[in-house]
């Protein structure tokens, strides 16, 4: 029979728009996140990380954005292009003080030209 | 560098096989990462290494999984026997430094896994 899968919430943006992608984390004590772009059928790819003592890190085009109150984290995308198109996961080192890395669910990022 | 090298790409087998996942970490990274991929529970990170040591095997579903990484160049993940929900893509990545510090995993393709 049919097998229920995991939706994945999409963001569906034009070219050139920026984007922002949201992720809740789960544990208060872990101290440093990362977020990974997959492209189908190829493994997860490093973008860019943050401590938890910042709140905002920026590299090129992304900016990742952290509230540790509720324990969220944002990515935004500026000028969004089609090769940004993939499945963007936030990740957190369990606990803190850890090789643990854990995944969130992940959002498609559908970009129309 | 060639990346993490993962084997193989694809494999069907049928229920009570056994089956084994290779991988082959860069050159130089001292951590080794075993990752399940579905749509049903998204990335489940199984076990990982660091200096071909277990540190962390909690995430291996049952006593059918068991890994091994014999040297610093090669790890391996079994199932025996296997079962179809083991469908699923399986990464391995490797990192040189406190993957809780630099962040940068290094994931290879994965192997994608059907057991009919």
């Known amino acids: 029979g049919e097998s229920v899968g995991l939706h994945l919430p999409t963001l569906s943006v034009q070219e050139g728009d920026n984007s922002i992608i949201n992720c809740a984390y789960s544990?208060?004590?872990?101290?440093?996140f990362i977020w990974y772009k997959q492209e189908s059928g190829k493994g997860p790819q490093f973008i860019i990380d943050?401590?938890?003592?910042?709140d905002k890190r920026q590299g090129q085009r992304v900016t990742v954005l952290l509230n540790k109150t509720v324990k969220h984290l944002s990515l935004q995308i500026a000028a969004t292009q089609p090769g940004d198109s993939a499945v963007y996961f936030c990740?957190?080192?369990?606990?803190?003080?850890?090789?643990?890395?854990?995944f969130g669910t992940g959002t498609l990022l559908a970009v129309q030209p | 560098d060639a990346g993490v090298i993962q084997s193989p790409r694809h494999e069907v087998t049928e229920m009570g096989q056994e089956v084994t996942l290779r991988c082959k970490p860069i050159?130089?990274?001292?951590?080794l990462f075993w990752y399940r991929q579905t749509m049903m529970r998204g990335l489940e990170l199984l076990i990982y290494f660091n200096n071909n040591v277990p540190i962390d095997d909690s995430g291996m579903p049952e006593d059918r999984f068991s890994a091994k990484m014999p040297n610093a160049s090669f790890s391996t993940l079994k199932i025996q026997p296997s079962e179809p929900r083991d469908s699923a893509v399986y990464f391995c990545?490797?990192?040189?430094?406190?993957?809780?510090?630099?962040?940068?995993?290094?994931f290879g393709e994965g192997s994608r896994l059907t057991v009919l």
């Open positions: 943050i401590r938890s003592n910042m």
């Open positions: 990740a957190e080192n369990y606990g803190g003080a850890t090789n643990k890395l854990i």
């Open positions: 050159s130089g990274h001292n951590s």
């Open positions: 544990n208060s004590a872990s101290d440093y």
């Open positions: 990545a490797s990192s040189s430094g406190l993957a809780s510090t630099t962040g940068e995993l290094f």
